[in-house]
């Protein structure tokens, strides 16, 4: 017991510390390598984790999830491969690495004793095992000569019912006269009849995303499955099969730069062992639109190589769930759900180059945790990522303060809030926030809710096209609604009769009415994006300027957006002073995984710049003043003997005054007028009255050369 204790201390020490809504009660590394995991709960109560390794079969007492222990070890012919099922007290395992099935009793749980090995006649080795525990019937998957159904209703004497042997079958799920088969060779999810043994006739099959079925999973109701495709980019699918001869795809979740190993359902969640990222719980409430309730890395591997978590068990009565990690053994984990909400207003465009801009968020503890740190990330114009912490106001209100940015200026930045447990939280979930720094100059916007499709044009090249504009329907990974009002552009939006998901070998685009640029220079593209799409060497998703490629999607990696993503390109090499520039956003697909594709809303060409002649006169003085008394400021650097103004916004926003603009908002009051000195200088002394204490007020100059005006930088200054 203590050793087991002193190994679970360091293991947990040594190990990723990554939960999103996942709680680790605890760790045991007792071995060199480990495969599958099952669970068993004792008439009693008292919870058992069953833990595959490469010589055998571990089963600890988990009834303190903080404190595991092993009671027993049954040795078993090596191998990287092995599964086991429990019906009653008795568990059942197999193994690729010999022949035949070991029947282990856990009638005493706490000393589990092998009773025998079954089957040798009728296979040499297993890839898996499925019991049907209404039925009592065991499906042995992946064996020599097809799938050997074994009669359990004697659980120490069992008996062959009948063999499968239309296709290989790598995992099933079987319940109420239904096989849910993962057919991996062939790449299909196949339903089979069961209700009438020896004969197993088909009701329907459906090809799997990533065409390499490795498990299924159905719900209690047989009504929604989900399946594994254990390839790059193969991702979990999941199904609704409520009519089991007609199987309907519902939706596809993947893990960006991971491969998905195995999956379960229990009530409306899906647990599913994601090989490098770890384990990975999903909510199905709304099977065409799974999110992600909670998530545990547990393995410090990455890539979508075979490494990390294999198998998962959510079946316990206490509410924990078991993860096996092929390097790092047994976790027990107690799955919470999302951790903290961030309620974060985004930052809009301003002229205000003097800044600062306030990010403030409301950072809200979703359980029994408190928020220990939260920090905001930004950069500026694509450049290096810089970091801010933000304060604590009270109230689970926080705020930072990016710096004023000189115009032009493209802003992303993204919050992060970490609990007391090292669990975070994003905002947005993917990408960034952008707000522009300048005078902003539209060419052309667009946000699709028009009556018409406003010359906007769509075409198919092969296979298909399905380019709509509408209200997107959230499946296969695309958006719930528009950015902004109701309608978006995009690849199959999910209507009735639709998916969401682009289909195999498909060429198609989208492509604006020709803008007018004529004379504007530094033109840029802005838009919303929710993109999922595979990864560049498969699938390619551009956008292109006249014809011209702008951006590709990466090669290397699936791109998933679970968000809208404001995205920003120069285009100024194509578009500056052309007097008909065309956008064109197209998708290209192989004959492999399909995602969601392209969803664009709020489009839009502009010009970003300074606005000339902006902050040329030099404002000094006071930023904090008394009340009732006077003070002076000073201003330099102005045309020399011209009329001047000395104004006061009611706030930092910016406003647009004779064609010019100024960092001050609206409503402005002149203070002052004036005519500036021979050097293009002034003085301003003002009397504040009295009973203006705690106001802020906005100051900046404003003077006029010919027909050309200058003004000032901002000054903030508050009243004491």
């Not at 004697?154 to 995992?171: E, G, I, K």
């Not at 490795?214 to 495709?229: F, K, L, M, P």
Request: hydrophobic share 35%.
């Amino acid at each position: 017991m203590l050793t087991t204790l002193i190994l679970l201390a360091a293991a947990a020490a040594s190990l990723p510390a990554q939960g999103n809504g996942v709680t680790l009660m605890s760790n045991v590394d007792q071995y060199s390598f480990y495969n599958d995991i099952w669970g068993y709960t004792a008439p009693d109560g008292r919870e058992y984790a069953i833990l595959g390794t490469r010589d055998g079969t571990a089963f600890y007492n988990c009834s303190n999830p903080s404190a595991p222990y092993r009671v027993g070890f049954i040795s078993g012919p090596s191998s990287t491969w092995r599964d086991m099922k429990t019906l009653g007290p008795y568990c059942y395992i197999v193994t690729e690495g010999g022949a035949g099935m070991q029947i282990v009793s856990l009638v005493n749980p706490e000393v589990p004793v092998l009773l025998q090995t079954w089957g040798t006649s009728i296979w040499s080795h297993a890839h898996n095992i499925a019991i049907d525990v209404g039925a009592g019937m065991a499906y042995i998957c992946g064996a020599t000569g097809g799938v050997p159904v074994i009669n359990l209703s004697n659980p120490t004497s069992p008996v062959l019912a009948a063999t499968y042997t239309a296709r290989y079958v790598h995992d099933a799920h079987v319940q109420n006269g239904l096989a849910h088969f993962a057919e991996i060779n062939d790449g299909d999810y196949r339903i089979v009849s069961v209700a009438s043994l020896p004969s197993f006739p088909s009701q329907d099959s459906i090809q799997t995303p990533g065409n390499f079925t490795h498990n299924t999973w159905a719900n209690a109701g047989n009504t929604v499955c989900a399946t594994s495709d254990e390839s790059s980019g193969g991702g979990l699918a999941l199904y609704d099969t409520s009519t089991p001869t007609n199987i309907q795809f519902l939706s596809r979740y993947d893990v960006s730069g991971a491969t998905i190993h195995n999956a379960t359902i229990l009530g409306d969640r899906v647990y599913a062992s994601w090989y490098t990222a770890g384990f990975v719980c999903l909510d199905i409430s709304n099977p065409a639109n799974p999110q992600v309730f909670g998530s545990y890395d547990t393995n410090a591997a990455s890539g979508t190589g075979y490494d990390g978590a294999w198998g998962v068990y959510p079946f316990t009565q206490n509410g924990m769930t078991y993860v096996s990690d092929m390097d790092n053994g047994l976790f027990v984990l107690r799955v919470d759900g999302p951790v903290m909400d961030i309620a974060h207003t985004p930052l809009t465009d301003t002229q205000n180059e003097t800044g600062p801009y306030t990010v403030t968020a409301t950072i809200t503890p979703l359980s029994n945790n408190f928020i220990s740190t939260a920090e905001v990330e930004y950069s500026v114009n694509g450049g290096a990522t810089q970091t801010l912490s933000m304060n604590p106001l009270g109230g689970d209100v926080w705020e930072a303060a990016i710096p004023g940015q000189s115009a032009p200026a493209i802003v992303d930045y993204f919050i992060t809030a970490t609990d007391n447990l090292a669990r975070s939280v994003s905002d947005p979930p993917s990408g960034a926030h952008e707000f522009r720094v300048g005078v902003l100059t539209q060419i052309y916007a667009n946000s699709f809710d028009g009556a018409t499709d406003e010359g906007w044009t769509h075409a198919q090249l092969a296979t298909q096209d399905d380019w709509q504009r509408g209200v997107p329907q959230g499946n296969s990974g695309d958006p719930g609604s528009a950015y902004s009002g109701a309608n978006c552009w995009g690849n199959d939006l999910g209507p009735s009769g639709f998916n969401g998901a682009y289909q195999p070998n498909v060429h198609n685009y989208l492509r604006s009415p020709a803008i007018d640029c004529s004379g504007k220079v530094g033109v840029r593209l802005n838009f919303q994006r929710w993109l999922t799409v595979e990864s560049g060497q498969y699938d390619q998703a551009t956008i292109e300027v006249n014809g011209q490629v702008a951006w590709q999607n990466p090669a290397n990696v699936d791109l998933i957006d679970t968000a809208w993503t404001a995205m920003d390109l120069d285009i100024s090499q194509w578009a500056d002073n052309n007097p008909s520039v065309q956008i064109t956003f197209r998708l290209q697909s192989d004959g492999g995984v399909d995602f969601g594709g392209w969803n664009l809303d709020d489009f839009e060409l502009y010009v970003l710049t300074s606005g000339g002649g902006g902050n040329t006169i030099v404002l000094s003085g006071p930023v904090s003043i008394p009340a009732g008394a006077p003070s002076t400021w000073n201003f330099t650097s102005a045309p020399a003997s011209a009329p001047y103004w000395f104004l006061k916004g009611s706030s930092a926003n910016g406003l647009t005054y004779n064609g010019h603009q100024f960092d001050i908002g609206g409503p402005v009051t002149v203070l002052m007028t004036g005519t500036t000195s021979a050097l293009g200088g002034g003085s301003v002394t003002l009397n504040v009255p009295g009973g203006a204490s705690g106001a802020t007020a906005y100051f900046e100059v404003a003077s006029k050369s010919g027909s050309q005006w200058k003004d000032s930088n901002l000054l903030t200054v508050t009243v004491l």
